[in-house]
């Protein structure tokens, strides 16, 4: 039970909050920064000369869970996430669905990173190259995949230092390839004159906002990281802001430059011989996976050095991303065993090593079979052609972007009504930073805020679910079995277990809410707290006595 | 091929730069609480309190240990440091008497003074008083020196282990015009015992014959 495992925690050694604000922010950037890596060219294949406007809505979207994981990671300052989340407002079976859909994502992320690793490295290292070499791209992403699970079995990690510097170096370099991207090449009337060409069909359109989401994924880390950040109420605000605002200041350069830029070099001809523009050359299947390197190659002068140090980078960056999927995806079925979301034996960890082993090598095995899955139609002619008949010819990078998009659709979504929920269910936690635009009502004699942008924002990612839906073969039906078998466990597990179906365990939430709050420092806002549930329950008792 | 930079173009450059660096200086400036106000109150009070430190030597005041601690202090409130040996002239002797063991010793240890603070950073003066009273030269040098603080080491000689304050230090703690912190090593203190390869002038009691 939550609030007994919360009631404990004091007690015995907890999370340290060494992580300051720019380790917060660094956190969630080695996960998130690495999305764009990934995604421009995946969209750019897609929506083509509206690539910047999909960024652009599913940036819009992605400020609205951006703005709503803020508020609640500075309210609940623990690990968990977006699963904690929802398992707090909408209760058990909801905290488990989210839960399941917030793994997926990360078994997605284990193998779409380590995937796009490679191809930023097969820049430097041709042998790599996934068109060229297929096989060996796949045994180099099995190795690095079953690599990375084994260091995280044996316990070792990236130090937090790293991560700050290679974040560090990543936001420089990023800045610098868009600062000399736009001001050297950047051609405006070639913007307009790309978005007029080339705009998509509706199909494509809807297709690339689907995958312009995957851009967006990993809001997860500075949530999950707030159980060990120095003043959480008031710094993760600032970290996630920023993050938000850093990655969609990325997300829509890169776009805008991609359609806009006029090329250092002579872009080479296409399959037919034909010239092409530099939004289609960084779209197609050789270059969608690398596409910001290849796009800083071009910088006019900069490219020099930048199609140097980029690819590496990039694969850097790629492979912490990579690997935050794996400790990540660990770290939430520890958390959903621990209350009883799903079986004891994810809980378990190693004798040795003490990690654990057991959830990590499930999940790292999830993660194995989907890379089997996007590989196939590059490996085997026959499985190509019968990906062509079945999911429309959708390549191995596109597949997994697909899942990408279904899994983070889903626990987004959730999210958002879980954030509802606990305005009106939970008004009395205090909260540090609130969405903007709320309306002010009287629920069961509270005043409880309504947050418009909440209900915005989850029509916008629900929309985005169901482009995924729409346009993504394999995502409509790998998405929901994924969810479907997933929950059919859970309620076979909670029956075994005598433990309510689908209703939700008893959870002293105040108790658990006090706790959180005294073991992240927030003695202020546990003051708060304290004086806002005892005023509500001298309401109550006034209520119910009546007036004397 | 040769770029010429478009007015939109070089526009967007600099917005792209200047937003992602106001962003990322927000970030890393964020509220404080009222514990991070309190603290920062506190330690301005404190550093418009310490003007000037006194650290005191003697014979029997032997405040080596608080050296450092006494350094780092006048480093971060940028106080003034002053290292005094006192040296209790007896009353059979002229004010003016030379004493050469005691003299030694006290250059010695004002060496020391001066070595500790060249390493961290923090001018040291020295000085020398000769006084019929150690107490009462203590007392008078901060008054003569507007001294804000008095920092005194305990007497901790092995054998007056139980009684680690010397009487000259009850004097000054109760006469004295201004603040005093007095340092006692404790028996297996680690924060105020030098490591035993540093504790030559600890050891070394200032009435034993020292080789010159």
């Not at chain 1, 190659?297 to 980078?313: C, I, T, W």
């Not at chain 1, 859970?490 to 005598?498: A, I, S």
């Not at chain 2, 971060?76 to 003299?103: F, G, N, S």
């Amino acid at each position: 039970m939550a609030a007994s495992v919360a009631a404990r925690a004091p007690a015995e050694p907890s999370l340290r909050r060494a992580v300051t604000p720019w380790g917060s922010f660094s956190w969630g950037y080695s996960d998130v920064g690495a999305d764009i890596f990934v995604g421009l060219g995946l969209v750019l294949g897609a929506a083509a000369g509206a690539s910047n406007v999909a960024f652009l809505f599913a940036g819009l979207v992605y400020v609205c869970i951006g703005l709503a994981y803020t508020e609640l990671a500075a309210a609940y300052p623990v690990a968990g996430g977006g699963q904690y989340f929802v398992f707090r407002g909408l209760g058990d079976i909801f905290g488990f669905i989210a839960g399941w859909a917030v793994l997926l994502d990360f078994t997605i992320d284990i193998v779409l990173f380590a995937w796009s690793s490679i191809d930023y490295l097969s820049k430097l290292v041709p042998i790599l190259s996934f068109t060229a070499h297929p096989w060996v791209h796949f045994v180099v992403v099995f190795v690095v995949i079953t690599g990375l699970a084994l260091l995280n079995i044996i316990g070792v990690r990236e130090s937090s230092a790293f991560n700050e510097l290679v974040s560090g170096l990543d936001i420089v370099s990023e800045t610098s390839i868009l600062f000399f991207g736009f001001f050297f090449a950047f051609q405006p009337q070639l913007l307009v004159h790309t978005m007029q060409l080339s705009w998509p069909t509706t199909f494509n359109l809807m297709n690339g906002v689907s995958l312009a989401i995957i851009s967006f994924v990993g809001l997860e880390s500075i949530s999950q990281a707030a159980q060990e950040t120095q003043r959480p109420a008031s710094v993760i605000p600032r970290t996630s802001i920023s993050l938000i605002l850093t990655i969609l200041i990325f997300a829509l350069s890169y776009s805008n430059l991609a359609l806009g830029m006029q090329p250092w070099h002579a872009l080479p001809l296409d399959a037919h011989g034909h010239t092409q523009p530099l939004w289609r050359y960084l779209g197609n299947e050789e270059n969608n996976g690398s596409a910001v390197a290849v796009l800083a190659s071009y910088v006019p002068y900069f490219g020099a050095l930048a199609a140097l140090y980029v690819p590496l980078l990039g694969a850097i960056l790629l492979l912490i991303s990579s690997n935050s999927g794996v400790f990540g995806s660990s770290r939430i079925a520890y958390a959903m065993s621990g209350t009883q979301l799903l079986p004891s034996a994810f809980q378990r960890v190693h004798k040795k090593f003490r990690t654990p082993a057991l959830s990590i090598s499930v999940f790292c095995g999830v993660a194995i079979v989907e890379l089997i899955f996007a590989a196939l139609p590059s490996l085997s002619p026959h499985v190509h052609a019968l990906y062509a008949r079945l999911f429309r010819g959708e390549d191995g990078i596109t597949f997994l972007g697909d899942l990408y998009a279904f899994g983070a659709a889903a626990s987004y979504s959730f999210v958002f009504i879980a954030l509802i929920s606990l305005r009106f269910n939970d008004s009395q936690s205090p909260r540090r930073f609130k969405m903007p635009f709320n309306i002010p009502i009287t629920f069961r004699g509270n005043r409880v805020e309504f947050p418009v942008v909440a209900v915005i924002g989850f029509i916008g990612i629900a929309s985005i679910l169901v482009f995924t839906m729409i346009t993504h073969e394999i995502g409509r039906i790998a998405g929901p079995t994924w969810l479907i078998l997933g929950t059919i466990g859970y309620l076979f597990y909670r029956r075994r277990k005598r433990l309510p179906v689908f209703r939700s365990q008893p959870h002293d939430w105040r108790k658990a809410q006090i706790n959180i709050l005294q073991s992240a420092g927030e003695l202020e806002m546990m003051d708060e707290y304290l004086v806002n549930i005892r005023r509500m329950d001298e309401r109550r008792v006034a209520e119910h006595i009546g007036p004397l | 091929m040769h770029f010429v930079p478009n007015v939109a173009g070089v526009t967007i450059a600099f917005g792209v730069l200047a937003s992602i660096a106001a962003t990322i200086y927000w970030m890393l400036h964020p509220p404080s609480t009222a514990s991070d106000r309190a603290a920062t109150a506190t330690e301005r009070d404190i550093s418009e309190i310490i003007g000037s430190v006194i650290i005191v030597f003697s014979q029997e005041i032997h405040s080596e240990h608080m050296l450092s601690l006494a350094v780092r202090l006048a480093r971060r409130e940028r106080a003034e440091l002053l290292a005094a040996y006192i040296i209790e002239v007896p009353r059979t002797l002229p004010l003016d008497a030379e004493m050469e063991l005691e003299h030694r010793e006290a250059l010695g240890v004002l060496q020391v003074a001066e070595s500790i603070g060249r390493k961290n950073n923090v001018e040291i003066l020295t000085d020398v008083v000769r006084t019929r009273n150690v107490a009462q030269g203590v007392l008078e040098l901060a008054k003569r020196k507007d001294a804000h603080l008095i920092v005194l080491g305990g007497y901790r000689e092995g054998k007056y282990t139980g009684a680690p304050m010397a009487r000259a230090i009850e004097v000054i703690a109760s006469q004295a015009p201004c603040d005093v912190l007095i340092g006692i090593q404790g028996n297996k203190g680690k924060i105020l015992t030098p490591p035993v390869s540093d504790k030559r002038s600890k050891t070394v009691p200032a009435e034993q014959p020292t080789q010159l």
